[in-house]
């Protein structure tokens, strides 16, 4: 993909996770810290480059990714092509490899990591749901169609977000970054919260509004697409777990479970709505910082790394009865319907 649109990505993820420490600066301070910021990123990357095995060539990849004209054996193509070789990779390597490719030659996503992940993670769901989109937006309808039902039999649904974030949060503590990057308060782990999880938010990702639409527009599909919401409600990111609850909500006859949906979707949008602030104040909170990083180099999901966050920061996984998302939120908020 373009480097100049993943370099633009991921500044305005930085800024928005430290939004506020940023907000009193003047334009040459902030261009100056994202300078440094850079130059810190580029010498991880030259730390992790050497290494031989999948999880610190994993992590190098993702780091070097939004590097404005890295080294070619040192860019994203490289590392992230060196860790697909490393024995015992896994799939979250070949699903980070997707984004090796270039939109404007229209190869998108790498065709080679898709036909692997096919073979190595034909549980995934995930897997199928990208297939799905690709051959909806090729305009074969009978393919979409076997995609939604591989998707719809698969055992779980990951886009390895987790993964990433683990191996960020287990190689951003390599070198100790400069005092000039860091916040006030945050220390070396504020900044290295915002290296993983900015950079993790990069994370390929299906087209779910596409899979919503096919399964309102297509009564041919409905039965697939009931069993697919259920296995979503259960996916590893906010984004799978918001369709689930959309499909139930649309499709399920029952108007108990139509109901219940909308209230899982609120308990949804709190969560999300609660996380981010954590991960805004992170970047000044030095202990924060430290925690969230610890739970990210645990593994796991985007989703249960989330809830064990709220749960240790003492915030209630429910919201209280009279909150509702407020219209930032709601912009926010993983959406999966295109209506």
């Not at 639409?213 to 918001?242: H, I, M, N, Q, T």
């Not at 909308?262 to 954590?278: G, K, M, P, T, Y």
């Amino acid at each position: 993909m373009r480097r100049s649109r993943r370099l633009t990505a991921w500044l305005a993820c930085l800024f928005s996770l430290a939004s506020l420490p940023l907000a009193a600066q003047d334009a040459a301070d902030a261009q100056a810290r994202t300078q440094a910021l850079v130059a810190f990123q580029r010498d991880l990357v030259s730390v992790l480059a050497p290494r031989a095995d999948a999880t610190p060539l994993l992590a190098a990849a993702l780091l070097a990714r939004t590097l404005p004209d890295p080294p070619k054996f040192s860019d994203f193509h490289a590392l992230i092509e060196r860790a697909a070789a490393a024995p015992g990779h896994g799939p979250a390597v070949d699903w980070v490899r997707l984004a090796d490719c270039d939109e404007r030659a229209g190869d998108c996503p790498n065709a080679k990591a898709l036909a692997a992940l096919e073979t190595e993670a034909a549980d995934n769901a995930a897997v199928w749901l990208l297939k799905l989109g690709q051959d909806l937006r090729a305009g074969d309808t009978e393919a979409a169609h076997a995609d939604l039902a591989r998707a719809a039999s698969a055992k779980l649904y990951d886009d390895y977000t987790g993964a990433s974030l683990q191996a960020l949060a287990l190689n951003v503590g390599l070198l100790p970054p400069p005092t000039s990057v860091q916040y006030p308060g945050g220390g070396a782990a504020g900044i290295q919260v915002v290296l993983t999880f900015s950079l993790a938010s990069l994370q390929p990702q299906p087209v779910l509004p596409p899979v919503a639409k096919l399964c309102e527009d297509d009564a041919a599909v409905k039965d697939d697409c009931r069993r697919l919401g259920k296995l979503l409600e259960w996916g590893s990111s906010p984004l799978a777990r918001s369709l689930g609850l959309h499909l139930r909500e649309t499709l399920d006859p029952d108007p108990a479970q139509q109901e219940d949906a909308r209230r899982a979707r609120r308990v949804l949008a709190w969560q999300v709505h609660s996380f981010a602030n954590l991960t805004a104040r992170a970047p000044t909170d030095a202990k924060l910082a430290r925690d969230l990083l610890a739970l990210a180099r645990e593994g796991g999901t985007e989703m249960s790394l989330t809830l064990a966050a709220l749960r240790a920061n003492g915030i209630p996984i429910e919201p209280p009865a009279a909150w509702q998302p407020s219209a930032q939120d709601a912009a926010q908020a993983p959406q999966a319907s295109t209506r």
